[in-house]
C-alpha cells in the first residue's frame, strides 16, 4: 500500500480525472442520440407550426421562413391536393427527384394525413406530417430528417471522445505528478531540516518562508517544538550538572568528614590506653579532659554538618520569622564575652534602628557565630572586633570585623569552601574549630537569596552578608 502523500496523491488524481472521463463518455454514447433527436423533433414541430402560418405558396429556397431549419438540416417536402409539388428542399437542383419524394413519402402515407400534426421517428429517419387548409384547397406537408448522417456524427465523435479520454487521462497523470511534486516538496525539505536539526543536536531551525501557508505554519510549528525541546535539554543538563556537583560535593565531604574525624578518635583512642596505663591521678585529669576537648570539637563539626545540610536540603522548607537582626546579633556576640576578656579583644558595637528582616533565626544566628568565631581566630592580642548592623532600603546588612591580617588574593574565593583552612597563628589554639568554617555562612546566605563576602581595609579585614528585609518566596511554617 502506497503510504506517501505524493502517491496517493497521484493515485487520488489520476482516479478522479479516470472517473470523471469516463463518466461524460459514458453519458454521451449513452444519452447524445436520444437527446439528439429529441431536439430534432422539437425543431420539427416549430417548423411545421411556423409552416401553418405561412402561405407556402410563397416558398423559396432562399426563404427565411425555412432556410434556417434546412440549415439543420430539415428536409421539407409541400405539395397539393393533386400532388403537385409546391415546395420541396433543393426542388431547384433536382426537380426530377421532387415527384418521387411526393409519391414516396406522402402518397404512399397517404392515410396517415390528417390536419392534426403527427411525428415519430423510424430506423433511418425522424419526421413530422400533417395537413394545412389554405385557400380553401388543401396541402400536404412532410418534414423530415435522415439519420445516417446522424449516427456516422455520432461514431467519428465516440472515437473523438475516446481519443481525448485517454488524452486527458495522460495528461491527468502528468499534472497530477506535477502538482504533487509542487506540494510535496516542501514537506519533504521540512523533513529533511526536521532530520537535520535532530541530528545536530536540536541547534538548526525549519526555513520558516514557505510557499504555501499550511506548510508555513508547519515550520513554525516545527521550530516552535525544537526550541522548547532545546529549553528542555539545557533544563535537563542543567539538572544533571546540579545533581553531579551535589553528589561531587557529598563525596569530598564525606571523605573530608572522615579525614577530620579520624585524628580527634585516634587521640581519644590513644588517650583513653594512656588512662589504663597510668597510675597518675593528675595525668589520668588531664587526659580525661583532653578527651572532653576532642569530643567537643566532634559534637562542634556535626553540628555545624547538620546546619548546614539543613539549609542546602531544605532550601524551599525552612520555617522564617520576623526577627530583630540588631538584637540577635548582639545576643550571639554575648555568648563570647568570656573569650573575648580571655583573649584581651576590645568589642566595639554599632547597630541602626528598626533593623527587622524575616529570617531563619537559628540558621542565621549559626552563621553571624562563625564570623565571630573566625574574627576571634585571626585578631590580634590585644585586638578589637567591630560588630554592626546596618539598615538599608531592602536589605539589613551585618560586618563583622578584626584588625588581623588581610586575607590573600590566591584564597579569597578558597575559604567558603569546606574544610579549607589557611595556617593559623599558634595563638588561635584554644579556639575550636570544627573546619567547616565559612561555608556555612554561604549556605546560609543561599537560603535566605542574599549575599556575602569580605572586604580587606587598612588595619584589617571586615567580612559582611546582607539579607533581604522580605522573603516573598517562602510562607512561614
Not at 506535477?178 to 545536530?200: D, G, L, N, Q
Not at 557529598?250 to 580527634?264: A, D, Q, Y
Not at 590513644?270 to 589504663?276: A, C, D, G, T, W
Not at 590573600?408 to 599558634?426: C, L, Q, T
Request: with cysteine; aromatic share 10%.
Amino acid at each position: 500500500m502506497i503510504k506517501t502523500i505524493r502517491g496517493r496523491m497521484v493515485i487520488l488524481m489520476t482516479l478522479t480525472i479516470l472517473v470523471l472521463t469516463v463518466a461524460i463518455f459514458s453519458v454521451f454514447a449513452l444519452f447524445a442520440d436520444d437527446y439528439y433527436y429529441s431536439r430534432k423533433k422539437s425543431l420539427i414541430n416549430e417548423a411545421y407550426n411556423k409552416l401553418q402560418k405561412t402561405d407556402v405558396l410563397t416558398l423559396t429556397n432562399d426563404n427565411k421562413t425555412i432556410s434556417r431549419y434546412e440549415d439543420e438540416r430539415l428536409t421539407f417536402i409541400i405539395c397539393n391536393s393533386s400532388f403537385e409539388r409546391v415546395y420541396v428542399t433543393k426542388m431547384e437542383k433536382k426537380p426530377i427527384d421532387a415527384q418521387t419524394r411526393i409519391a414516396n413519402d406522402i402518397v404512399a402515407n397517404l392515410r396517415s394525413f390528417s390536419y392534426k400534426y403527427k411525428s415519430k421517428e423510424t430506423k433511418n429517419r425522424i419526421i413530422g406530417y400533417g395537413m394545412k387548409l389554405q385557400d380553401d384547397e388543401d396541402y400536404y406537408i412532410y418534414i423530415y430528417e435522415n439519420k445516417e448522417a446522424t449516427k456516422i456524427f455520432f461514431t467519428y465523435y465516440r472515437w473523438f471522445f475516446f481519443v481525448v479520454g485517454i488524452f486527458v487521462l495522460v495528461a491527468g497523470i502528468l499534472i497530477s505528478l506535477y502538482v504533487s511534486r509542487r506540494i510535496t516538496r516542501p514537506i519533504v525539505k521540512i523533513e529533511e531540516a526536521a532530520s537535520k536539526a535532530v541530528s545536530s543536536g536540536y541547534s538548526l531551525n525549519v526555513e520558516t518562508k514557505q510557499e504555501f501557508v499550511e506548510v508555513d505554519s508547519l515550520a513554525n510549528s516545527i521550530n516552535q517544538m525544537l526550541d522548547q525541546i532545546r529549553t528542555q535539554m539545557t533544563d535537563l543538563q542543567d539538572e544533571l550538572s546540579t545533581q553531579t556537583k551535589a553528589e561531587e560535593e557529598r563525596r569530598v565531604f564525606i571523605n573530608n568528614i572522615s579525614h577530620e574525624l579520624k585524628t580527634p578518635l585516634a587521640v581519644i583512642s590513644s588517650q583513653i590506653e594512656m588512662i589504663n596505663m597510668i597510675d597518675d591521678e593528675e595525668k589520668r585529669k588531664e587526659y580525661i579532659k583532653s578527651i572532653t576537648e576532642e569530643t567537643d570539637k566532634m559534637i562542634d563539626m556535626i553540628n555545624d554538618m547538620i546546619v548546614m545540610y539543613a539549609t542546602k536540603s531544605n532550601e524551599n522548607e525552612f520555617a522564617i520569622e520576623k526577627c530583630d537582626v540588631a538584637e540577635l546579633v548582639c545576643n550571639t556576640l554575648g555568648n563570647y564575652e568570656e573569650l573575648f576578656e580571655e583573649r584581651n579583644i576590645e568589642l566595639k558595637q554599632e547597630y541602626d534602628e528598626d533593623c527587622e528582616a524575616m529570617a531563619n533565626t537559628r540558621y542565621l544566628s549559626q552563621a553571624v557565630s562563625n564570623y565571630v568565631s573566625n574574627a576571634i581566630k585571626h585578631c590580634k592580642e590585644p585586638g578589637v572586633i567591630t560588630a554592626k548592623v546596618k539598615n538599608g532600603i531592602d536589605t539589613i546588612r551585618i560586618e563583622i570585623g578584626n584588625d588581623g591580617e588581610h586575607v590573600p588574593d590566591d584564597v579569597k574565593d578558597k575559604i567558603w569552601d569546606m574544610f579549607y583552612s589557611k595556617d593559623i597563628k599558634p595563638r588561635a589554639h584554644k579556639l575550636k574549630s570544627s573546619g567547616i568554617g565559612l561555608s556555612i555562612v554561604k549556605s546560609v546566605m543561599e537560603v535566605h537569596k542574599g549575599d556575602y563576602g569580605f572586604d580587606n581595609i587598612d588595619g584589617g579585614v571586615v567580612f559582611w552578608m546582607e539579607i533581604p528585609k522580605n522573603m516573598n518566596e517562602y510562607t512561614n511554617k
